[in-house]
């Protein structure tokens, strides 16, 4: 029999996803990415259930909870260190039937890789355009290649090219109004418990520490024996609202934040001395309003090129590999042609993407101080909260998904 093909543009954590799910749908996979060297934008990401979830599915549970750290509690607290709320997050997980992961971006990237297969990416391809009839859907790239598949899956990122071809025009990127510095750093008690997200707030700002990876101990022998043993390391971020357009250079970074944080407790302090500024992003944070459309013809979007959402709920990842699944799915399990699947897709997708990025926005406002008596207002709900309303509110994101 003869498999159908499809061509995926862009190697992210969304493609990649993507290529694993066709695959295993019997597809034949393409996978095309831009850069020379595939290497991970950012430092780690938390995995949410609903994610983790996906990559149960495609038979990856046990490879994630290998590299995924350990993360029991959650703790809130002011910037001057007084706890507002420390509660353990077990009853999110018994709730929504599994533990979120946090994850570097090297390890869960490499972890995908191998399961789509090393030799399904080709690199120092960048798609330029595509084109497609009633027979099939055809790449075009900068070095002069093509190729003809079935199906397209444009998982080119927030700053997408085929995003503009699949609704016919081109969308801005809107600023949400912080800018947000992430890295790794050794984890030690003198910054936060082992195994608890903590994140300390104040003045429209947040510092937070969470843990990823697992000590080498503690791992039991990897399955993939050359990813690197996890060390045992926090990712954090810090973020600081600030008009648009501000630049800065890692000589700076750690200056700047100080200035910032000055005054803030003494974790926060000693995170800001340890950080290794050579290392450490400096994003400034956008998203996009909801897309009318996700489709076109055989060219699906997924992911951020889909989607862009502000991080404040941890989701921009776990979307993409909710698409990935969803899209899969209907170009398995239904049978009137790549085209009807796609439109499937979207139906299914196109709210859910939409109702995960108003929730970030309205997140981020509020964190951030976009209505300043709002933010008060959550400093001091947070002070009365024993953990109930906000693992009420990221279970409810959970299992918004498809495999709730
Ligand atoms: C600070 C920050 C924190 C975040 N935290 C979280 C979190 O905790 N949890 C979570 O779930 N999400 C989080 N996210 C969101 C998450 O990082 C993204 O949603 C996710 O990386 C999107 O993956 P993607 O594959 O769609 O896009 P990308 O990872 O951007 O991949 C797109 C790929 O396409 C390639 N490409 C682009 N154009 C072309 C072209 N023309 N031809 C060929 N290749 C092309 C690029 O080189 C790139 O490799 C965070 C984001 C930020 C900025």
Request: hydrophobic share 40%; glycine share 10%.
């Amino acid at each position: 029999m003869e498999h159908l093909k499809a061509i995926i543009i862009g190697a992210g954590m969304g493609g990649l996803t993507a290529g694993i799910a066709l695959q295993q749908a019997g597809y034949s996979v393409e996978i095309y990415d831009r850069v020379k060297e595939l290497r991970s934008a950012g430092a780690a990401i938390s995995l949410w259930s609903n994610g983790v979830k996906v990559l149960n599915r495609l038979g990856l549970g046990q490879a994630i909870a290998q590299v995924g750290g350990q993360m029991d509690r959650m703790a809130y607290y002011s910037s001057t260190g007084e706890t507002l709320t420390d509660f353990s997050l077990q009853p999110l997980i018994d709730h929504v039937g599994q533990r979120p992961y946090p994850v570097t971006r090297t390890e869960l990237q490499q972890l995908l890789l191998r399961a789509v297969g090393v030799e399904t990416v080709q690199l120092n391809s960048k798609c330029l355009s595509v084109e497609q009839d009633e027979k099939g859907v055809t790449a075009f790239f900068e070095d002069g290649h093509q190729t003809t598949g079935d199906v397209l899956v444009a998982a080119d990122g927030t700053h997408s090219v085929l995003r503009s071809y699949v609704l016919g025009y081109p969308v801005e990127r809107k600023y949400v109004g912080y800018v947000n510095w992430n890295g790794l750093i050794p984890a030690s008690e003198d910054l936060a418990p082992k195994n608890s997200w903590v994140l300390y707030v104040g003045a429209h700002k947040r510092a937070s520490l969470m843990p990823v990876g697992r000590a080498p101990s503690e791992l039991g022998g990897a399955i993939f024996s050359e990813v690197a043993p996890c060390a045992n390391r926090f990712y954090f971020f810090l973020d600081v609202p600030l008009p648009k357009g501000t630049v800065s250079q890692p000589e700076t970074y750690q200056e700047e934040l100080f200035s910032f944080f000055k005054g803030w407790a003494s974790p926060v302090q000693t995170l800001i001395e340890r950080l290794d500024p050579t290392t450490t992003s400096r994003v400034e944070i956008h998203d996009v309003d909801p897309l009318p459309t996700l489709v076109r013809g055989r060219v699906a979007l997924l992911g951020d090129a889909a989607h862009g959402t502000a991080p404040d709920v941890g989701q921009g990842g776990c979307q993409a590999l909710e698409d990935a699944l969803v899209l899969a799915n209907y170009l398995q399990t239904t049978n009137l042609g790549v085209e009807d699947a796609l439109k499937r897709y979207e139906a299914a997708r196109i709210g859910r993407v939409a109702d995960i990025i108003h929730r970030a926005r309205k997140r981020s406002d509020i964190t951030h101080g976009k209505q300043p008596e709002k933010t008060q207002q959550w400093y001091e709900e947070l002070k009365r909260e024993d953990g109930s309303n906000i693992m009420a509110a990221i279970a409810n994101t959970i299992l918004g998904g498809p495999l709730n």
